[in-house]
Structures are given as C-alpha cells and as structure tokens.
C-alpha cells in the first residue's frame, strides 16, 4: 500500500513538472512611461517553451487601438539566420513601438500559445500590462 501511494506522488509530481511555466521579462504589470510625440520603444521576452508564430498570428492588443503604439514580433538575431531560415521572427520576443498620440493609460495584453512536447501539451498564455502616457 505505501508503494502504490509513493509511485503515485511520484508520477504526480513528474506530470506537474512537465508543464511549461510562463515567464515575462519585465515581469511586472506596469512599463515604463511614454511621452505624446516621442517615439516609444520597448521589449518584452517571452520564456519557458518556444512561441507559436507566423504571419496570420496576432502578438497581442493594445487598447485603445488608435493611441499611435503597435505590437510586433523582434527580428531574429543576425546569427540565427541561416538559408534554411523562412521567417526572420523571435517569436518569444514582442516589441512594443510608436509613437503616442494621447496621454492616458494604455493596456497591452501579449498573448498566443506554445508549442508541446513529448512530455508536456501545448499551452496557451496571456499576460496584461499597462502604459501610462504622460503629456510633454
């Protein structure tokens, strides 16, 4: 009896481990600040699996939508890119941009999904940040 409650935390805790966690650099909720009629830029990196991507996938949404900052993925580091390479994009990496056309506060929520493995299913994630535009 005490086996079969062993191997059952065991296995219990081998499944637990295998799902990907997903973590944000920054890991916080608030960017840094923004100025109307500065260009702004920021990066966010995306850790723990590789990202799903391509052209028809969205990397997220900034609300309001007409506040002049847009959502992207990062290039690919020069080195990465190779003949075999079709798409230039990091995909685990969202830059922030634009220039904003209002103060207030902006929310910009990055979110999509992971690719599974053996060991661990595909996982979806979603993550809210907010920007504060402040006037000149």
Do not use: Q
């Amino acid at each position: 009896m005490k086996l079969s409650r062993l191997l059952l935390i065991i296995i219990t805790f081998g499944i637990s481990a295998c799902s990907p966690k997903v973590e944000y650099i920054p890991d916080g909720k608030i960017l840094k600040a923004a100025t109307v009629g500065k260009p702004y830029f920021f990066k966010i990196d995306i850790l723990g699996g590789a990202v799903i991507g391509g052209p028809e996938r969205r990397v997220g949404f900034v609300s309001p939508d007409n506040s002049g900052i847009f959502l992207r993925n990062c290039p690919m580091d020069e080195w990465r890119i190779s003949a075999k390479t079709r798409d230039p994009h990091n995909y685990n990496c969202v830059e922030i941009y634009g220039t904003p056309t209002k103060s207030g506060e902006l929310k910009i929520n990055i979110g999509g999904g992971m690719y599974g493995s053996m060991i661990a299913p595909a996982s979806e994630f979603s993550k809210e940040y907010t920007l504060k535009v402040v006037e000149p």
